[in-house]
Nanobody, 124 residues
Framework: QVQLVESGGGLVQAGGSLRLSCAAS????????MAWFRQALGKERDFVAA????????SYADSVKGRFTISRDNAKNTVYLQMNSLKPEDTAVYYC?????????????????WGQGTQVTVSS
């Protein structure tokens, strides 16, 4: 399994942007499907975006479609989440996750590896 470390969270005003990064250990990163989830205080962990091995296919939650972009750089063992036009309701801890399989996975049970999370706070 890969080890995952997120970074890039912080405090931003509504309408602003942030880019999250998730660095993975291991030599087989390119064979992991990746995703971002988020968990607001007192709520369940929700799917945000997913990407396949080579980055050729992506999937988004309806709430972030058109505002967030997931991408990956397999040479750097890193997956990114570019977040634009942020809203207060985007406030949450954001987690990246890895699945040792090919596909666009959207359920928390599909993923065996998780990062520790990074806090994103959007002020109104």
């Amino acid at each position: 399994q890969v080890q995952l470390v997120e970074s890039g969270g912080g405090l931003v005003q509504a309408g602003g942007s942030l880019r999250l990064s998730c660095a993975a250990s291991g030599r087989t990163f390119s064979r992991y499907s990746m995703a971002w989830f988020r968990q607001a205080l007192g709520k369940e962990r929700d799917f945000v975006a997913a990407i396949t091995w080579g980055g050729g296919s992506t999937s988004y939650a309806d709430s972030v479609k058109g505002r967030f972009t997931i991408s990956r750089d397999n040479a750097k063992n890193t997956v990114y989440l570019q977040m634009n036009s942020l809203k207060p309701e985007d406030t949450a801890v954001y987690y990246c996750a890895a699945a040792r399989a090919y596909g666009l996975f959207r359920d928390v049970t599909d993923f065996a590896s998780w990062g520790q999370g990074t806090q994103v706070t959007v002020s109104s």
